[in-house]
């Protein structure tokens, strides 16, 4: 969307892209731009993962609440801001080398049916949806949906197979969190054929196909389900470029789909697979990579500057990967990621003042 501004609506211009569009006030430029096909970069759209940080060129903003490890106030002085919570108080220009010219999926609500449930470790289930029979949904390989739930509370799941497959249902990888909403009734009472309401394709989590870099995908626990789509979306393509799957989880279990990943390294000769366990016990007998995964990485290469790099998982993991990887040389536009922040880590909210 395009135009002048008035009084009640403040223009914002995206760089180097120079996509454009409007927020009217008190709008997040966020919700603004996803409702105007502007593919901005985010993740948990509560201020709590800084998936859609970005440089601020010019004009100002009012931050709502976030927390300090999304936007620091190094960071805000230095004209970084958060489009999920940032509301603009004059014409803004910001940089964000993620947006492209190309428009957004369509973002729909509609009715899916369980069509399996199968468990793959004792924390971990794998849902399989039926899509409606007429509708047709378009997504990216690494993107996610939300659950629409009761009392308009929503709950976020990433997409764990390639759109290709969709035929065969939407798969999703939900790990049990004691005490949740959502997960609760999935691990208890869930049944197939049950029928719930989703909404999506939300993220910018996803392949970026007009690069011929070396591809480090990193997964910590669930995080491989976004990752297991690109893997698939790869094969499909029949792009050919290295590929290297770090997986960690604090015991061999939690690598809960390590089997299908072994299948596809034979079918797939350009990937390599490094699984790294943090904590295991003795009757794990387990022989191999130990420690954090995101370190497991530098010990292999400890000159990023080369790659491009797809983070999935805890917002520790991403956020220690961030940082460390940029010190080792990656480019700040090749690292992409998706934190998977829970209702928990979204409640340490603090507010900063306006920028």
């Not at 709502?64 to 004059?90: D, N, R």
């Amino acid at each position: 969307m395009t135009g002048s501004a008035s009084p009640s609506a403040f223009h914002i211009t995206i760089e180097p892209s120079g996509r454009e569009f409007d927020v009217a006030a008190g709008e997040t430029i966020l919700a603004a731009g996803i409702a105007q096909g502007i593919n901005l970069p985010y993740g948990c759209k509560d201020g709590a993962c800084g998936s859609c940080k970005c440089k601020k060129l010019s004009g100002s903003v009012s931050h709502g609440a976030h927390q300090s490890k999304a936007l620091s106030e190094a960071e805000e002085a230095q004209g970084f801001v958060l489009t999920c919570c940032a509301s603009p108080m004059s014409d803004v220009v910001l940089e964000s080398r993620q947006v492209t010219l190309e428009g957004a999926f369509a973002i729909k609500k509609m009715p899916v049916r369980v069509k399996l449930l199968e468990k793959k470790s004792h924390d971990v289930f794998r849902l399989l949806l039926q899509m409606p029979a007429n509708e047709v949904f378009a997504y990216h390989a690494g993107q996610y949906i939300e659950f629409l739930l009761q009392g308009g509370a929503r709950r976020s799941y990433s997409m764990a197979s390639a759109p290709h497959l969709i035929s065969q249902g939407l798969e999703l990888h939900i790990r049990h969190m004691p005490g949740g909403k959502f997960t609760d009734h999935v691990f208890a009472t869930m049944k197939e054929r049950d029928i719930l309401r989703i909404e999506g394709p939300f993220g910018s989590f996803y392949l970026r196909e007009d690069s011929a870099k070396p591809i480090l995908l990193l997964a910590s626990g669930t995080g491989f389900a976004p990752v297991k789509a690109i893997i698939e979306h790869l094969q499909f393509k029949g792009i050919k470029r290295p590929v290297t799957l770090y997986w960690g989880g604090r015991r061999p279990a939690d690598l809960y789909m390590d089997d299908w990943v072994k299948t596809k390294l034979a079918e797939m000769p350009e990937l390599r697979y490094v699984p790294v366990v943090s904590a295991a016990l003795p009757e794990d007998n387990w022989h191999g990579r130990t420690g954090f995964v995101h370190r497991a990485v530098l010990q292999d290469l400890p000159d990023l500057s080369g790659y491009q790099v797809y983070a999935c998982g805890a917002p520790i993991v991403v956020d220690s990967a961030r940082a460390d990887y940029l010190a080792a040389g990656l480019p700040e536009d090749e690292f992409y990621a998706d934190a998977f922040t829970s209702e928990a880590d979204k409640v340490d909210q603090t507010t900063t003042a306006t920028a």
